[in-house]
């Protein structure tokens, strides 16, 4: 099978530049950002794919750039790429925003977050030299700390993914060319390593099933390095065709064992590589006028991708591909009757 483009989505006037979907499942929505002044948030129903409302942050509470969902509590957090940087909190249950939490002054321009509902901790990834993460409590929604990386490395894309289950979390950076590794139960630094393109990281995703982090280049065309878990090595590397250029969102289907690259381009591609070998599969060319997919999504148990786009207005294109599995879903070959 193949990827199909089945809908797209145009937003309203002024909801432009889109930044960081987040699925709600759960519930039935996606949400997107805008990067714009001041923020906003779109909430779209999966049912029927349609914009429902969108929230507009207050004046100051500019360039959304990431968000999670904490579930367990009925709460999304909003990173603001501000200075000193902002963390909006929304409640899901009539989406309305009921605080800001503005950082010190040397901690600026959060690009990821991650949030721990077990640990009752939310952690926002810093693009300052001064402070890399800092550590929110969440029940008051208060600063608790901060973790310095050695050396002025910075947190660099929306490039954080957590291991829960290891008490751990990875992060592209950028004064060094690398990939952190955290201690989130120490709330400690533990090493970096090098990815074995050579270049900096700005897309990731994190494949927990096959033991695996991927990250993306910015490049033309772009890289993709594999970060093996276990020994905290980055082995390899592939590079997309030609024309498949600039991959920011990345997302994974690891019991399907499919990766999907989105390159921001006019019109966007999206690579699908295979996780086993770690080999480019094939490419599904959007059509005209689908440009430049920034962020992305997946809904496993729909077989669905929802992709974001650095337009003005914004769109988003959902997409169908026959061949994700759903979690725990056995993958069986296909066997032709003659």
């Known amino acids: 099978m193949s990827i199909s483009r089945i809908d797209k989505l145009t937003l309203a006037t002024g909801e432009n530049s889109l930044r960081c979907g987040v699925l709600d499942k759960a519930n039935g929505f996606v949400y997107f950002l805008c990067h714009t002044i001041p923020g906003k948030v779109v909430k779209v129903r999966l049912s029927d794919f349609t914009a429902v409302a969108t929230l507009t942050f207050a004046t100051g509470e500019d360039y959304p750039r990431a968000a999670v969902i904490d579930s367990v509590n009925g ?10 940087g902002k963390v909006v909190k929304i409640r899901l249950s009539d989406f309305t925003a009921v605080g800001t939490l503005t950082l010190a002054a040397n901690y600026a321009n959060p690009w990821s977050l991650i949030v721990d509902p077990s640990a009752g901790y939310l952690y926002a990834f810093c693009y300052d030299s001064d402070c890399p993460v800092v550590r929110i409590t969440l029940d008051d929604f208060t600063f ?12 660099h894309g929306e490039t954080a993914r957590p291991d829960f289950a290891g008490g751990l979390a990875y992060s592209g950076v950028f004064t060094e060319i690398g990939i952190a590794k955290i201690n989130l139960s120490a709330f400690s630094y533990v090493g970096v390593v090098a990815p074995a393109s050579g270049a900096y990281s700005v ?7 096959n033991g695996f982090y991927f990250v993306s280049t910015d490049g033309a065309p772009a890289k993709i390095s594999r970060v093996i878990l276990s020994s905290f090595l980055s082995d390899t590397y592939i590079t997309l065709a030609t024309g498949e250029n600039s991959v920011y969102a990345m997302c994974a289907n690891p019991t399907g064992g499919l990766l999907y690259a989105f390159c921001i381009m006019i019109p966007g591609k999206v690579v699908r590589v295979n996780i086993s070998d770690f080999t480019r599969k094939d490419v599904y060319a959007m059509p005209t006028n689908d440009n430049n997919p920034v962020t992305a999504v997946i809904d496993e148990l729909a077989q669905l991708l929802y992709a974001g786009t650095d337009t003005s207005p914004g769109t988003i294109i959902k997409l169908f591909d026959g061949d994700i599995v759903p979690p725990g879903t ?3 070959p296909v066997v032709g009757i003659g």
């Not at 709460?75 to 000193?84: G, L, R």
């Not at 608790?144 to 947190?155: H, I, R």
């Open 330 to 332: 056995q993958h069986l």
């Open 75 to 84: 709460f999304m957090y909003v990173a603001c790429y501000v200075s000193p």
């Open 203 to 209: 897309g990731a995703v994190i494949d927990l099933v």
């Open 144 to 155: 608790k700390d901060v973790l310095d990386f050695p050396g002025l490395m910075v947190a």
